[in-house]
């Protein structure tokens, strides 16, 4: 097979290819044509009538031009076969030359791309998300949050899909059956997650694109607009009853974010190694706080009544916990469910037509925040009640804690719920000794 029978530089087509099959070439040779029209595009027939498409090229690393098989002929291309139309195997070639004045070598290229696409079909989208969900989201604020989300909504869809199979409509499907379950505000926020997760699997999968290229928000009806909902003393009467009957853990968690007004990880999350018990302060650690600054929360009455409604367990040091405080409480979805469906009863037994417009635990702040406002809190007070930063010259000059102030406003406002609730006699108290 060492022999050749050279027939120089000829134009090749179809036509030609077929008759050189029928041909064949001489027993033990090969038939080399060189393409007339395509410099570098070599042709070779064996004496059993397969033919060889081969590129003649000047590749990194060699001193002078080599020759390198592209494929046999075929009908129908099949890069994984190895096998060209004669107008594929010529566009191959160029492409290949192309490389090698660009300096890379198109075997290299060609283990690169295979090696890419063997990661982005083990990387699936269930596999990726709680790599994401442990490297990236393990030590964020609202990182359990955001897992809890990307799990029920993407993960559950696509889990065993590969990456690199997620498609622009897969992703509109999912933000929009969000979107078209009255949950327009979780959309837009969804949207943002998968962006950011579809942006690191594009690194660590080496995705050549994501399907969140070129879609925003408007695009699909969506917009972040600030909430103002609240709920209204009856409906905050029968959040707090609601809780009552939920019970420990969830339950107890809901009353003191209506006490306290803070975010659901810092009631949640709490350790009893942050109560201090002789001041009566919540003591949150920067590393968990959002603006990573440790945050005072004074216990009302009302708070430290709650508080010592709780189990303590020797095995963890969670207040709450289905772990023996091993671990904090999660998947508030299914008991924020329980709870509007008992708040619902609550309203109902008033009024037979009763509705429940639909809230998020986060409004509560709001609530918090706006009751305070009534109470005639002053500004200041009121924002650092919630954790905000002072604002202005005043975060700089104004050092003054205000845990007098703080702790005067939450006694006014578990006195102001107190009104408000009415609880049974079957309903931990509001307060030992404020208002009434």
């Not at 409509?169 to 959309?187: G, K, M, N, T």
């Amino acid at each position: 097979m060492g022999e050749f029978e050279f027939r120089g530089a000829q134009a090749i087509s179809d036509k030609a290819l077929k008759a050189l099959a029928k041909e064949r070439a001489p027993e033990g040779k090969r038939i080399e044509i060189r393409d007339a029209n395509h410099p570098g595009f070599v042709v070779h027939v064996n004496d059993r009538g397969k033919i060889r498409f081969l590129t003649n090229s000047r590749f990194p690393g060699k001193a002078s031009t080599s020759r390198r098989s592209i494929g046999t002929y075929g009908t129908k291309t099949d890069r994984e076969a190895g096998i060209f139309t004669l107008a594929d195997a010529r566009a191959e070639a160029e492409r290949w030359r192309n490389q090698a004045k660009a300096g890379k070598d198109p075997r290299e290229e060609a283990r690169r791309i295979e090696r890419a696409r063997q990661r982005q079909q083990a990387g699936t989208v269930e596999k990726a998300i709680e790599e994401f969900i442990r490297i990236k989201l393990r030590n964020e604020r609202k990182g359990d949050e955001v897992a809890r989300d990307i799990r029920k909504e993407f993960a559950s869809r696509w889990g065993n899909r590969p990456l690199a199979d997620i498609e622009r409509a897969d992703l509109i499907e999912a933000i929009e059956s969000v979107r078209d379950r009255d949950a327009p505000y979780q959309a837009y926020n969804l949207l943002g997650y998968a962006r950011r997760f579809f942006d690191w699997a594009a690194i660590k999968y080496d995705l050549e694109k994501t399907p969140c290229d070129r879609v925003r928000p408007k695009h699909l009806g969506l917009k972040k607009t600030p909430r103002k909902r609240i709920l209204s003393p009856t409906e905050l009467a029968a959040f707090w009853n609601a809780a009552e009957g939920i019970g420990y853990p969830y339950g107890r968690v809901f009353q003191l974010l209506a006490i306290t007004g803070q975010r659901l990880s810092d009631i949640a999350d709490a350790k009893w190694s942050e109560i201090d018990q002789k001041e009566r302060l919540l003591r949150i650690p920067g590393e968990r706080f959002k603006s990573e600054r440790p945050h005072l929360v004074p216990l009302s009455d009302a708070a430290v009544a709650i508080l010592r409604t709780l189990p303590q367990f020797k095995s963890g040091d969670y207040l709450f916990s289905t772990t023996y405080g091993k671990t904090p409480v999660n998947g508030f979805s299914k008991s924020k469910g329980r709870l509007e469906k008992a708040m619902l009863a609550e309203l109902r037994k008033a009024d037979a037509k009763a509705k429940l417009e639909p809230f998020v635990l986060h409004d509560l702040r709001r609530v918090v925040r706006s009751g305070l406002a009534s109470l005639r809190i002053p500004e200041t007070v009121a924002e650092m009640v919630i954790g905000h930063d002072k604002k202005g010259l005043a975060a700089v000059y104004n050092q003054h804690q205000y845990l007098t102030e703080m702790r005067e406003a939450l006694d006014k406002w578990a006195a102001r719920i107190t009104t408000v609730v009415k609880p049974a006699a079957n309903v931990v108290p509001l307060s030992t000794g404020v208002g009434g």
